[in-house]
């Protein structure tokens, strides 16, 4: 498979490309654990079926020492045990934000209350605007048809 762009060449995508890029760099800046970035990233790219990014996002969690266990249950969080409740609370706000099409409400309040006992303030928008970045990233690579597997940790700096 390849993809409809060279999204890194053509001048108009390159360029949001350095802004989403630029804000991935703000989000992993901030205080939000990686751990659950990591988390956030791999959940909302399986929903999408980004296999680009699914890829990405798994290699470079096992890179920074996340378990094959950990990585394997991440699409069956609700069932497994391995993970904190908050990781538990960031990945269902994840999936209620990823989803906001199948909600009529959008985000439930008690999602948000969940996520706001275990995360500060600063964490909070850390947490929402990843979730809306690697919601973006996943709608380009999905579009352009990103062909997935061939990723290497650091490739992308």
Request: hydrophobic share 40%; glycine share 6%.
């Amino acid at each position: 498979m390849n993809p409809r762009l060279d999204l890194y060449r053509n001048p108009v995508s390159s360029k949001v490309l350095k802004h989403l890029y630029a804000a991935s760099k703000a989000l992993a800046d901030s205080t939000l654990p990686h751990t659950v970035q990591r988390l956030v990233e791999i959940r909302a790219s399986q929903i999408n079926g980004c296999g680009f990014c699914t890829d990405m996002h798994t290699k470079d969690a096992a890179h920074a020492g996340e378990t094959s266990v950990r990585l394997n249950l991440v699409a069956a969080w609700r069932e497994a045990t391995v993970f904190t409740e908050a990781e538990r609370a960031a990945l269902e706000l994840t999936e209620q934000g990823t989803r906001i099409a199948d909600a009529a409400g959008g985000v439930t309040d008690d999602a948000w209350a969940n996520a706001a006992k275990h995360y500060d303030e600063d964490q909070l928008a850390a947490l929402v605007s990843l979730i809306a970045v690697i919601n973006t990233y996943n709608r380009v690579n999905v579009i352009n048809q990103q062909p997935a597997g061939s990723y290497e940790v650091g490739q992308f700096g």
